[in-house]
């Protein structure tokens, strides 16, 4: 079936350094969506990427769809305290989501 | 955007019983989705609830255990039946819509956090 990995699992950072998440399916993906979800509270909707070697950006985020089509990163430039949460990649396939295992990032003052 | 309400936001039950969630949305959509999220996990696909059709499950998932309604284009019902502590969790209902940007989102609930003693 289909399996979205992400790693990785944790990320604790220093504020004002960068931070990565990484994002693999096992298969080819219509498009990938990134969320975010802040301790106690619900997925929020980040971007959509849909073509091949898409490049986004959302003021210190940017994200990126991979060539095949089948991997995706989310890369934070110098993090702040608000961008505490949990991260997840979901893979669309036949107009259904398979949520990544998602990022724990963590972000001392 | 969608707005999305679930009750209840959270219950305790025994184990052997069932509970009905609910999910209402302040606009007609024809996808809803049903998730499932243990603490501090990720959100794993329950099924899908068409309008006029029956919900689709996932893998892991039958419909006796997860019975889905979808009576109309605005509301949707899970049943967790016959739970056991394993069930514990969040159940989470979503729409998908089109946002400012342009771009299909998922929208979700807030969540039912649901403990099984």
């Known amino acids: 079936g289909q399996q979205v990995m992400q790693i990785p699992q944790y990320q604790h950072v220093q504020e004002g350094e960068d931070f990565t998440t990484y994002c693999n399916s096992s298969t080819t993906l219509s498009n990938i969506q990134w969320y975010k979800q802040r301790p106690g509270g619900h997925p929020v909707f980040l971007i959509q990427?849909?073509?091949?070697?898409e490049v986004k950006k959302q003021k210190r985020l940017t994200f990126q769809f991979g060539e095949a089509k089948k991997n995706s990163s989310l890369h934070i430039t110098a993090t702040q305290t608000t961008d505490v949460g949990t991260y997840f990649c979901a893979g669309n396939n036949f107009n259904k989501f398979y949520f990544g295992s998602g990022t724990k990032l963590n972000v001392k003052p | 955007s969608a707005v999305i309400s679930q009750k209840p936001s959270r219950d305790i039950c025994q184990r052997g019983t069932s509970l009905t969630i609910q999910c209402q949305v302040d606009?007609?959509?024809?996808?809803m989705f049903w998730y499932r999220q243990q603490p501090g996990q990720s959100l794993t696909l329950i099924a899908t609830?068409?309008?006029?059709?029956?919900?689709?499950?996932e893998s892991g998932f039958v419909i006796d255990k997860f019975p889905i309604s979808r009576p109309n284009l605005t509301f949707s019902t899970l049943t967790v039946s016959n739970m056991s502590p394993e069930d514990s969790s969040i159940y989470l209902c979503?729409?998908?819509?089109?946002?400012?940007?342009?771009?299909?989102?998922?929208?979700f609930g807030p969540g039912t956090r649901l403990t099984v003693t």
């Open positions: 979503s729409v998908e819509g089109l946002g400012t940007s342009g771009d299909h989102e998922q929208y």
């Open positions: 990427l849909v073509k091949s070697g």
């Open positions: 609830a068409n309008q006029g059709s029956e919900a689709t499950y």
């Open positions: 606009s007609q959509v024809t996808m």
